[in-house]
């Protein structure tokens, strides 16, 4: 078992580096010891394979992925942490630790410089407050990655694997869907973390599809389709897109009658392949 898994032990070598856990970063570190060896057998990667994780922390899930993996490549924003992570991974000569935001960086030259062209997964206890931007920075620049294994809010998770047209689905789950598959793997407890959060987590699995499951004309106007339709989802389509994307109402309208649905459809009570037939219909070339 990992040391640092032991919550005397994290005190420890938190308060000899002088650091300060805070909310503002999503620093809630894992303490319970069968999650992180569970990811890492989850995440897909074998010992041919890459990884990078988003957010080591102190390394406790990273140590886990070096064991799997062939290399693995963890970025931290936290450059207090820079340090602990040297001395707890020291141990460990296939890991790459990147002091960067995984917001900012360029995942796609990242991959290019730190892989020698074999499959490269992704697995990280994501802090939340990026969660959102994080997922669809991957999946919209289409990093090169075989699978995205992430620990994320139970309430996210809900929202981002719901059925594209349920009442829980928002603009992520349409997003989410047309460029990956999304599994629930399993849940995690408050009390698993330390300092323990509010929330329910969840660790949830993403394999990016090969082809879409839509043909859409252009995928640009696709997203505003979705963004400017969930923006006000209790409104119909013809007002929200007139609002959000500038497409005049009888033109919604009359796009919709041609798919067979009334004016007063909202983006909510669509599928998938409905929202990418009427993006294509509202689509000027
Ligand atoms: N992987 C560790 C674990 O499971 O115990 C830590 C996970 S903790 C939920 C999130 C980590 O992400 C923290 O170490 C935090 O400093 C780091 N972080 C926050 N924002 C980041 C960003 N924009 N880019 C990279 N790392 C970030």
Known sequence: MSRL???????????????????????NFLVNPSVC???????GATENDGVIE????????????????????????????IPVLGETLKDYDNVKVIH???LKIDLKQLIEDEFDGG?????????????????????????????ITVMVQKEFADRICAKVGSRQSGAVTAAVAYYAECERLFRVSP?????????????IRLIPHKNPPVDVKNEKHFFSVIKAGFAQRRKTLTNALLSGANIPKETTAKALEEMGLSSGARIEELSLSQIGELSNLLYAE
Not at 63 to 71: R, T, V, W, Y
Not at 191 to 203: A, D, I, L, R
């Open 191 to 203: 009390g698993s973390f330390f300092p323990p959060p509010k929330v329910e987590s969840e660790v």
């Open 54 to 81: 988003i957010g080591p922390g102190v390394g406790v899930l990273t140590e886990q992925l070096a064991k799997i993996s062939k290399k693995t490549v963890a970025i931290e924003l936290d450059s207090g942490l």
């Open 100 to 102: 960067e935001d995984a």
């Open 37 to 43: 060896p569970q990811m890492a057998d989850m995440c």
């Open 119 to 147: 499959d490269v997964y992704l697995c990280a206890n994501l802090p939340y407050y990026i969660t959102t931007p994080i997922i669809m920075k991957l999946l919209e620049d289409k990093i090169p990655l075989s699978a």
């Open 5 to 27: 898994t032991d919550p005397k032990y994290l005190k420890e070598i938190l308060f000899r580096h002088g650091i300060v856990l805070t909310k503002a970063r999503g620093q």
